[in-house]
């Protein structure tokens, strides 16, 4: 990968749609982890006003750490980055007060921080004229579907969608990105515990990214291994369960005959008037 001439196109796209679109500039949702990290560097190098959020809830001490560090980082290099710091904490534990107990399970309570966040960048965004930049990468995008609908996937636009983890972590290394964040464990830090992505999907990510190479027919696995078999089972597995994220809403479609207006017949005259 030419590393600096990918850099260069990403940064020169998210110029040119950020003036379309007549907007001031982006604000990135900086969680510690290096998809994050990566696109906060990418959007500051637009030279556009950019708003970096740290917004914990109930967060790691050390995943908050890593992205104070990365921001304060950015904020010193760079004179068109600033940053909020939102504890979101107390209004999700507002929002658990109001739930019903027996709906918060953990899956739906870490698809609801994530929605909160969403909530939070778009309220930045909104009063400050800012584009909410996404975060995901190419596997968790288009390939198993790993975010939250309308919580880390409700983005304006998404600059490294088009990377696989790899890549991004080249970008990263590239970039100057912090070495802590380089060499920690990729995870959504939605839980209470400290898992990882891994321990949620049962693969890392260089797997993933060949399982989508081979279901894709980039690359030829004729005799997979049995731990091969056991990643593409995990692959599929959340491609077909998260398939709905990565589709169009769907909409119903009324046939015209039925949209046709109504033909009224009037009753003939009463002959007696």
Known sequence: MKTQAVIDHIVHWLNNYCENAGMNGFVVGVSGGIDSAVTSCLCVRTGKKVLLLNMPIHQNPQQVSL????????????????????????????????LPNDIQ??????????????????????????????????????????????????????PIADLTKTEVYALGAHMGVLQDILTAAPTDGLWEDSRTDED????????????????????SC?????????VLAVYEKFHTANRHKMRPIPVCAIPSTLKEQDVRVDEPADSKQ
Not at 69 to 95: V, Y
Not at 200 to 215: F, H, N, S, V
């Open 105 to 158: 399970d953990p899956h739906t309570m870490a698809n609801t921080r994530s929605r909160l966040r969403m909530l939070t960048l778009y309220a930045v965004a909104t009063h400050h004229r800012l584009l909410v930049a996404g975060t995901g990468n190419k596997v968790e995008d288009f390939g198993i579907g790993f975010y939250t609908k309308y919580g880390d996937g409700g983005v304006d636009l998404s």
């Open 67 to 98: 992205s104070t560090r990365h921001i304060d980082a950015l904020c010193r290099q760079r004179p068109n980055a600033a940053c909020m710091n939102i504890d979101l904490t107390p209004p999700f534990k507002a929002l658990g007060n109001a």
């Open 222 to 230: 004729p005799r997979p291994t049995p731990r091969q078999k056991e």
């Open 200 to 219: 949620q999907i049962g693969a890392t990510y260089p797997e993933l990214e060949w399982a989508m190479d081979c279901k894709a027919g980039r690359v």
